[in-house]
């Protein structure tokens, strides 16, 4: 199994700019979620999906958009890129059973000029 | 509410002990505690359920006192590979396993 994978692993981007961030797992986990880490501090939610078709808003919404067609991808969209989204982004994923805790991929750093 | 973990930095010798503690004003459902290395991803330990027992496996272990709503992680006999920042994530109730993270605590193990 692969995991958690994620794309791109860098990118930079203008004030303006929309792009999309890719996240796949190969698991078969009922919950993808991603989070957001800024420089020395601890990781922040923006939207989780709890299975296919069924999104719903973190702690860090805005600026952001989220959709799960399949259970095995999660991208999650920029639609104005502005400097504050500057940061590392991580996908993660877990099952929905007791005990289990989310396993994260290698994440995409995200300069926005 | 971020869950608020102490202390923020703590700089060991190798094979001494460290404490860290994780204290939320909510109740808690579960603990998870994760350590990160810089410029990776966070990697898991061990998850703490409300009502279960210690954990632990090597010489790191977790503790959840559900009537304080706080959870420590012991680390003991630390090891250079213990360096990094250690995360604990918090969740509220069974809805989804989303985790509301402390700010962190960065150890620093030193030969």
């Known amino acids: 199994n692969a995991g958690v994978t994620q794309t791109p692993k860098f990118q930079v981007l203008k004030t303006g700019q929309s792009m999309t961030l890719q996240c796949a797992q190969d698991?078969?986990?009922?919950?993808m979620s991603w989070y957001r880490q800024d420089p020395g501090m601890g990781l922040r939610l923006i939207h989780y999906?709890?299975?296919?078709?069924?999104?719903d808003q973190g702690e860090v919404p805005n600026g952001y958009n989220v959709s799960r067609s399949t259970t095995e991808d999660f991208p999650l969209r920029l639609l104005s890129a502005a400097p504050s989204q500057t940061s590392v982004y991580f996908c993660?994923?877990?099952?929905?059973?007791?005990?289990?805790?989310?396993?994260f991929g290698p994440g995409t750093r995200l300069l926005v000029l | 509410q971020q869950p608020v973990q102490s202390p923020q930095a703590v700089i060991l010798r190798e094979g001494e002990d460290a404490v860290i503690n994780c204290s939320s004003s909510?109740?808690?459902?579960?603990v998870h505690w994760y350590r990160q290395k810089h410029g990776e991803a966070p990697v898991f330990l061990m998850i703490l359920l409300k009502g279960g027992e210690q954990k632990g496996h090597d010489k790191i272990s977790a503790s959840f006192n559900e009537k304080k709503q706080q959870s420590s992680l012991y680390l003991t006999a630390s090891q250079l590979s213990y360096s990094g920042t250690y995360f604990c994530g918090t969740e509220r109730n069974n809805a989804g396993n989303m985790l509301t993270f402390g700010g962190g605590t960065r150890l620093m193990v030193k030969p």
């Open positions: 993660a994923s877990s099952t929905r059973r007791d005990g289990e805790t989310q396993y």
């Open positions: 909510k109740a808690l459902y579960s």
């Open positions: 698991m078969n986990h009922e919950y």
């Open positions: 999906s709890v299975g296919a078709g069924i999104t």
